[in-house]
């Protein structure tokens, strides 16, 4: 029997030519994208890709600045979601919103309920409706149900219940299996085959490989924005996937280091939390950049958080300089010498409406204060010290957080913290969304505090800046190590396989 292969078919909905700019970044250039009547195909790449920006283009919430959108051959727009649903595609989201105080029903009709006489809405007809569409999916949930009496899989299939009300014809699943247990996973398998039974077009974007192999007849691969491959899944191996997705140069110039690594400054040991990680260890020595790779879901932030004390742990140990401690704040983090730098630093890390040398100092105002009031002087100077280390570009010090660009605010959110002499500084995500030159001088600077013997945890989904950055790594998969590698082994293929499980990796 000859393998299907995309010619044998015409495609339900297509992408063509589909760009998409926001200010500073292309998050997509010229992609392509088809979904088959009665097929799956998987959408692949790594964190960053650009894969929730096509979804977004796709379901209304994005106009694309180029390209074009069909329908069985027929040129499409979606200036609204609502427009998107009405021709059918709709989206399966990881996070969907549902509202735990209304009825199943009212959930899955929200927005489009069927309406009766005088324009009121039909719970009649409703609840046999939704009646309907469960029974469809397998679900055995009474529509009348109060949605915050249900378990979390039944309120997946809720929120799926809720895409398929519109009479989807193409369906988008991103990341379905990420709150499931596995045998809620096989039972989303089964409810796929059912929606390509009925002939629907489904777009599955997952990180699982092992996913991605047993439930796609086709495959497309982003990197970096573009389109980069696309073929049936039977054509093709993990190996060649991941080949695919990260398929790329080191392209940026990363700082010559001399890697002088000296003795443990931080031991973590059995560190678990009861629903984000578990079994979590390692060492840190002094001047060392210890690299935390891993994909959506990993578990990585919710590590770092809880060794900052933001979490509690549910057990574990930590050692600083092999005395332990015990953390259940950030005020003992930083008092033990650990201080964090987070993803989200717009939100977590500074004060907009202050200025930047009051963000600079909120967390070592002993050390600009005598008996309790604070010496503006003291503050000046001790902003200065750090801004200066970091090149900080600002018209003053007086100038607020919140009107500067997301690279300078980075580098007062690093500040902030060097300020308080801390042995250990995790940096979650420390170049997300800065531009090149930025990025450049965050690496410099990096590797300067290394060399000057601070220890460092970096938290990152680039994988060049991974590769060019760290001594060794630390991969973790669903809330777990993985591996760990040391600078030899460090490679975009071997991160890639081991945080999506891909078999090979562990032979």
Known sequence: MSTLTASDIDPLLSLSGVTKSFPGVRALSDVSLNLYPGKVTALVGENGAGKSTVVKVLTGIYQPDEGEIEIEGQQVRF??????????????????????????????????????KFGLIDKSVMTSRASEILSGIGANI?????????????????AIARALSIDARAVIMDEPTAA???????????????????????????HKFDEIFRIADFYTVY???????????????????????????????????????????????????PTEFADIGFNLRQGEILGFYGLVGAGRSEFMQALFGITRPSGGTVKIDGAPVTIRSPADA?????????????????????????NVTLPSLARTSRHGFINLANEFKLAREYTERLDLRAAS????????????????????????????????????????????????FMAELAAQGLAIIMVSSEIPEIVGMS????????????????????TPETLVSHAAGIREAAQ
């Not at 009212?106 to 489009?112: Q, V």
């Not at 499931?180 to 629907?200: N, R």
């Not at 500067?404 to 979650?428: E, F, H, Y």
Request: aromatic content about 4%; charged content about 25%; glycine content about 10%.
């Open 79 to 116: 200036p609204t979601p609502q427009s998107a649903e009405s021709a059918g595609v709709t989206a399966i989201h990881q996070e969907t919103v549902l509202f735990d105080e209304l009825s199943v029903a009212e959930n899955i009709f929200l927005g489009h309920a069927p309406k009766g």
């Open 142 to 158: 009474e529509p009348s149900a109060t949605l915050k009496d249900l378990g979390t899989a039944n309120k997946h299939l809720v």
């Open 180 to 206: 499931l247990s596995q045998k809620e996973i096989e039972e989303l398998y089964d409810l796929v085959e059912g929606l390509k039974a009925q002939g629907k077009a489904i777009l599955f974007i997952s």
């Open 223 to 273: 990197r970096d924005g573009q389109m980069v491959g696309e073929g049936a899944i039977t054509d093709v191996s993990e190996p060649e996937l991941v080949k695919m997705m990260v398929g790329r140069d080191v392209n940026q110039i990363y700082p010559e280091r001399d890697h002088n690594i000296g003795t443990d400054i931080l031991e973590v040991e059995g560190y678990e939390h």
């Open 334 to 358: 930083v008092e033990c010498g650990i201080v964090y730098v987070p993803e989200d630093r717009g939100r977590q890390g500074t004060i907009g409406a202050l200025p930047i040398f009051q």
């Open 397 to 444: 010090l007086d100038t607020d957080v919140g009107n500067l660009s997301g690279g300078n605010q980075q580098k007062v959110v690093i500040a902030k913290w060097l300020a308080t002499r801390p042995k250990v500084i995790i940096l979650d995500e420390p170049t997300k969304g800065i531009d090149i030159g930025s990025k450049a001088a965050v690496h410099e």
């Open 471 to 490: 001594d060794r790594v630390i991969v973790m998969r669903e809330g777990r190590i993985a591996t760990e590698l040391n600078r030899a082994e460090i």
